[in-house]
């Protein structure tokens, strides 16, 4: 079998290596070293999920897939997109460390990503003045409250970006304990309740897991 897939035991779907539970039938997956992936395997996987990254929602079908009843098959929101390419990013950037020639490629990637997200969410923006201007009155409301929140949620966005370098930081000296301790702040709480905060709650929450997961397993590397 591939280095670059998990599959399950109990549907014979294919899963990514990253995956703990079977995107389908949500039975646990069997474990596999990371160290024993190829880096060429985890660009290729990270770059699939970076350019899905446009994709507000994605369908992928299992061995077993039925159109009519919905079984096996995973829908992944942008948010869960996301996450799943960070944390293949998050794997790369620690081979990186002192690979020159892979810090090009991994920066690369992190650009697209970022610039891939910035895009969505300025195309979910010009959607949101169609409505406006269609004459969807409470749905404008809404939107005007949420432009309002724009400058609270900008702050928070700072914030976390800036834990998320100094996690990195924190890999890149080998001081994992504070890098766990850092991990742990890594949560959307600006007022999660309103809306558009739901999907950045749920992101935070996946790339939190990606790093402690990353983190732990350097350190058990090197017991």
């Excluded at 990371?34 to 899905?52: C, F, R």
Aim: hydrophobic fraction near 35%.
């Amino acid at each position: 079998m591939s280095d670059n897939f998990k599959k399950c035991s109990s549907c014979a779907a294919i899963n990514d290596v990253i995956f703990t539970n079977c995107s389908y039938c949500e039975s646990p997956l069997p474990k596999i070293d990371i160290d024993a992936i190829s880096t060429d395997d985890l660009i290729m996987k990270a770059g699939e999920w970076v350019g899905k990254s446009t994709e507000e929602l994605i369908e992928i079908h299992g061995p077993n897939a039925n159109e009519w009843t919905g079984k096996d098959i995973r829908k992944f929101t942008n948010g869960e997109i996301v996450g799943n390419a960070e944390k293949y990013l998050s794997i790369l950037k620690v081979r990186a460390k002192n690979n020159p020639t892979l810090s090009i490629t991994v920066n690369e990637l992190s650009e697209k990503l970022k610039a891939n997200k910035a895009s969505l969410k300025k195309s979910s923006k010009k959607s949101n003045i169609i409505w406006i201007s269609g004459g969807v009155v409470l749905v404008g409301f809404m939107l005007i409250m949420a432009f309002l929140e724009t400058e609270g949620g900008n702050d928070e966005q700072t914030k976390l970006d800036n834990t998320e370098l100094q996690i990195e930081e924190a890999i890149k000296d080998k001081n994992y304990d504070y890098a766990l301790v850092l991990v742990e702040k890594l949560n959307w709480t600006y007022e999660p309740n309103k809306i558009g905060n739901r999907e950045l709650v749920i992101e935070y929450d996946k790339k939190r897991n990606g790093y402690r997961t990353t983190i732990n397993q350097i350190i058990e590397r090197n017991k």
